[in-house]
């Protein structure tokens, strides 16, 4: 009974009764209880690689979504075109989950308290992140969108007809976009 109440239960893999092994979470092969601080560390940067990843995911796309609106109500049309926002998504998406998920862990995980059950993954802190960064991009693209042809002396890309090429302006935008991401 005290294993399945647990959050998460432990069971010793050679020594451990079946019954035990069988309510537990997790099983320890080599009965080494070192075993369940290691465990208990990936478990810690498992938890902060998602919260990195869920912060860089949604600035990524609130600052898209709020960009793409915000022109096609003012400009009626969008400085990304879908093939841009696909290409962001797959291609800067999988690089940083890839860096994120090969983060080893360092032991100052183990120096902090652990977080409650109901802890919400995108805390006030990531959340004020989220905003402040997207704020700041989204400030920087539309001056590009609206400026950066005069700022950057090249012809404007508003205004152009539905399926006209792209331009250096837009493609401006996109760059700048790309590498706020990166940096």
């Known amino acids: 009974p005290a294993l399945k109440r647990a959050d998460v239960g432990f069971a010793m893999g050679i020594a451990g009764t079946d019954v035990a092994k069988e309510a537990s979470d997790i099983i320890l092969t080599d009965d080494n209880f070192t075993s369940i601080v290691k465990a208990v560390m990936w ?18 796309n609130v600052v898209a979504v709020a960009l793409s609106l915000s022109c096609i109500f003012i400009i009626k049309e969008t400085p990304l075109t879908a093939v841009q926002l696909l290409w962001v998504n797959l291609i800067m998406d999988s690089f940083a989950s890839l860096a994120l998920a090969t983060e080893p862990p360092v032991p100052d995980l183990l120096n902090r308290k652990p977080y409650g059950r109901t802890k919400p993954l995108i805390s006030r802190s990531i959340l004020r992140s989220i905003i402040c960064h997207g704020l700041y991009q989204y400030a920087v693209l539309m001056t590009l969108v609206f400026a950066g042809d005069v700022l950057f002396d090249i012809d404007n890309g508003r205004g152009r007809a ?16 790309v590498m706020m991401q990166i940096f």
Do not use: E, M, P
Not at 162 to 177: E, G, K, P, S
């Open 43 to 60: 478990g810690r940067n498992v938890y902060d690689s998602i919260s990195k990843f869920l912060q860089f995911q949604l600035t990524v």
């Open 162 to 177: 539905l399926r006209a090429d792209a331009t250096q302006h837009f493609t401006l935008v996109f760059n700048i976009f």
